[in-house]
């Protein structure tokens, strides 16, 4: 064997740029020992909320109303004391105060874009971007994108809605600081056309709602073509809880011959500020950035680590639409323990394990669209597909008198007692058993940004 000619090919496959090796983006802030790390965050803290007393008559008049002057918050334990935001607060402030309310504090001569939150009900938030904070956007949005392995020499498939949605955007401009080649897709062309760019221009990594890679994953099933003929290695997924699920991943990676990460983002926040690394355990939060707190639904107080609670941000540098304690509806368990990959930052292992308005009550039990997922998503029999059938026992009520998970068989047919091993299974994951109905594979509605897990049905008069 010719030693020269297999050392030259060896490092042919080696990307030059010797930035390409590096483990992280940037070392010095990942891997930041945590009480350090704090240090920093309360110095970033107490100029932030200077400033939100001075340039803000909204937080003033909170902050004044919980009886707090900006002195009195000197750490990040003081924050826990401070009201948490909700989206309904800042769509009232944004309706009396027209067009972006009184909490935006960076002059019109700094404003960059504006994204406004999506959302089932009410009018959206408005959400401006300054241009110092679209640098820092980009800048911990290139982070993300390399925890979950994307490099210089990657060909990022961008299936993220493009336009007033945040994280097209900003994954757009993470791709490009990272210095990868970026097919902006965006998530309005059919998912026949998502493949014909994975085949035609050899996307190395794919970036999507978990709802739209399956799709994806399902589209390449019916065309008959395997994911060893694609390039792809990496898969960030995010916009919707579930990737974390065990079934989930496997058939995002087995679906498609990817690594598959969770990824995280909120539009009043982040827009991309947390996503997996190479250790899967749980998403890392951008914290030198963004304050994380896991709190008690009822005294929005922190819960310890490992215990559910809702996630509550607050921007420590943000500056055009600062949140202070802002209420994200999303619950997760918070790690401070060190990762295997030796980086600091906050995890929420599992992801996000529910919405708070998605939760169903039924027979007593609660359980989130999420569990239902985990449990169909195990049958190799069923589809990717599913909904979630309630009816209320009044128009508005939490309590839910009917329950019926839909699913359909997977394109092979039938199987037989497949329905009493779902039953079972839905009994095992969310403590009561729910109504079960299967469908021809193909029959329930496929999307290419968020599904819709949850169908509502009149209450019965
Ligand atoms: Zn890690």
Known sequence: MD???????????????????????????????????????????????????SASEFYRERLAAAGARPDDVRSVEDVSRLPVVTKEELREEQELHPPFGRFVTAPASQWQELHPSTGTTGAPVNTVWSKRDVAEITDFTARTLWQMGVRPDDVVQNAFAYGLWVAGMSVHYGAARLGAFCIPAGAAIASQRQIDYLLGVRSTVLLATPSYGMHIAETLRERGIAPEDLALRVGGFGGEAGTENASTRAKLERGLGIEA??????AEVGPTFASECEAKAGLHFAEDHILV????????????????????????????????RYWSNDYARLDRAACACGRTHVRAPGGVLGRHDDLVIFKGAKFYPVQVEKAVRAFAELADEFRIELRRTSAGSSQVSECTVVAEWAAAGSSPGIEERLRRALKEELGVTPAVRLEPYGTLERTTFKAKRIVEQAARG
């Open 261 to 266: 990460f969770d990824y995280y983002g909120l």
């Open 3 to 53: 030693v020269s000619a297999s050392a030259a090919g060896a490092s042919a496959r080696v990307p030059d740029d010797r930035a390409a090796q590096r483990r992280y983006w940037d070392a010095a802030v990942e891997t930041m020992p945590r009480e350090r790390l704090m240090e920093a965050q309360n110095v970033l803290l107490r100029a932030q909320i200077a400033r939100l007393w």
């Open 293 to 324: 707190e896991s709190v008690d639904p009822e005294t929005k107080r922190p819960v310890p680590d490992g215990e559910v609670g809702v996630l509550v941000f607050t921007h420590l540098s943000r500056e055009a639409t600062p949140m202070l």
